[in-house]
């Protein structure tokens, strides 16, 4: 199967890849000492909060009451025109690439740069978690026959029922026990733009946990990641859709 | 049938349930239950925080795009499709930039409202019926900013100007 491996698509529906490395710092860090140590790296000119939001709703005594907090838990870092948005918490790092997607070399070598800067800023910290999510955009034609002709995981509906949908939102978690991993596999029918367009959202997320012994055994993860994540693209969608996409 | 209903026909057999119970691994990985809950997963990545930012922001758009003169029983005009389409360029250049509107309602006074509310801080831009647009920055301790997009600032500004101000 090492053909699908490194399949490389005319119109590849990537939307979004993100790395994702979670942290165990030796001492903990605010997110305002973080702000304070990391210089926007060259290319990097926008930075933005990222914020948690909080709404709690109670009805009590016949009243209804709502609160609604608001926490600033760490920023981000929007380079090369939107397309890269590298997220600094003080328990972790992502970095997107947002469409269109280049490949994995570029991709990796970018999240490893700005991963440097991140490790500096957060100190001596242990790995705990990798994981490696690509977003995919799947239009297919709007009449089409039987989801099954372009996607191989979809919910499935009782034959007593009407076969027809107006939209759905899938997550199923699918240990990936050869590299001590699990895949989380979201799909989900986006509101229609055209009416000839039919699109899916495939998010495809694997994740390890473990405590790394170093860096670079998170990044040979993160490779291996990127395999494996391939294998489940391909084994995702049918000929149809690579003709689609192709 | 619409074009955003399919059929599809269950052919598929029935996935095998694994039993966490006895392997280290499986009980680690079971710690990532569903991923956050489906709210959280719209707005969990940049490039679903636009998609599903830009769907909500149409969808309240065509519902404003509907209401008729004196839609509030005061008399207020309704939207003019000039307020609507301005109002939709904004939107996408804010979606662009990560930042989502708190509420997008009617203008009382004719036009689109996009509000920004951060605690004591609040901002929202007027996209009036005859096509002016403004931006208005407002707290509880200081004096209001009022900018004319176009004039004061470019559209390409306001992202910056909203984010330093709600910050």
Known sequence: MAWLQDRHYKKAPIREAIIQIQVQPEQGVEVAQLEALVANPSDYATRRPIFRNEVVGQFKDGKSTATAKQDRIGFRLIGAEGKHIAAFRPDGFSFSRLNPYENWTSLRSEARRIWEIYKVAIGPAKIVRVSLRYINQLDLPSNLRDFSDYIRTFPTISSDLPQQLSGFFMQVQIPQPDLQALLILNETLLPPTDPKVLSIVLDTDIVKIEDFASDEAAWTTLDALRIRKNLIFEGSITNNTRDLIS | ?167
Not at chain 2, 37 to 61: C, H, M, R, V
């Open chain 2, 1 to 167: 049938m619409p074009a955003h209903v399919a059929a599809i026909h269950a052919t598929h057999p029935a996935p095998n349930l694994l039993n966490i119970g006895d392997s280290e691994y499986l009980r680690s990985i079971a710690t990532e239950t569903l991923q956050g809950n489906i709210a959280d997963w719209f707005t969990s990545t940049p490039f679903l925080t636009i998609k599903y930012g830009l769907i909500d922001a149409d969808e309240q758009l065509r519902r404003l795009s509907s209401l008729v003169d004196n839609w509030d029983s005061y008399g207020a005009p309704a939207p003019s499709p000039l307020s609507i389409s301005k109002a939709k360029s904004v939107l996408q250049t804010l979606c662009t930039n990560l930042i989502r509107p708190s509420t997008i309602v009617a203008s009382a006074s004719g036009g689109i409202s996009i509000y920004f509310l951060n605690g004591e801080k609040s901002a929202y831009i007027e996209n009036c019926n005859d096509g002016e647009q403004v931006l208005v920055m407002y707290d509880q301790r200081s004096t209001t900013d009022v900018l004319e997009i176009g004039t004061d600032i470019q559209i390409d500004d306001i992202a910056r100007h909203l984010t330093r101000h709600l910050d």
